[in-house]
């Protein structure tokens, strides 16, 4: 299984970007797709999760209202539209895949990640 992310760049403060994570290989209906994120310093952060069968979501607070998940089975394709960006939400965002749906935000579940795309958000 491979996990590919691409849409990361540099933009400013209120501005929007959307993230894409292309999954290769094994995908099931039970499986979640979740994106975490990495600040210079700080852990691994839950960001947002979608399941594949049914399109269950979760989100961390602070992104609520401001974030979307979502997915294009046919694809193999999961997004994350990330709009009003802030300073704080820069960081290197991976996609993720796992097996089962729950916990959906616990990171130590996740079996395959993708190589991470850079976000810089400039206030």
């Known amino acids: 299984v491979q996990l590919q992310a691409s849409g990361g760049g540099l933009v400013q403060a209120g501005d929007s970007l959307r993230l894409s994570c292309v999954v290769s290989g094994r995908t099931f209906g039970s499986y979640g797709m979740g994106w975490f994120r990495q600040a210079p310093g700080k852990g691994r952060e839950f960001v947002a999760a979608i399941t594949w069968n049914g399109g269950q979501t979760k989100y961390a607070d602070s992104v609520k209202g401001r974030f979307a998940i979502s997915k294009d089975n046919a694809k193999n394709t999961v997004y994350l539209q990330m709009n009003g960006l802030k300073a704080e939400d820069s960081a290197v965002y991976y996609c993720?895949?796992?097996?089962?749906?729950?916990?959906?935000?616990?990171?130590?579940?996740?079996?395959?990640w993708g190589q991470g795309t850079l976000v810089t958000v400039s206030s």
């Open positions: 993720a895949q796992r097996p089962g749906t729950l916990r959906l935000d616990k990171a130590n579940e996740y079996t395959d």
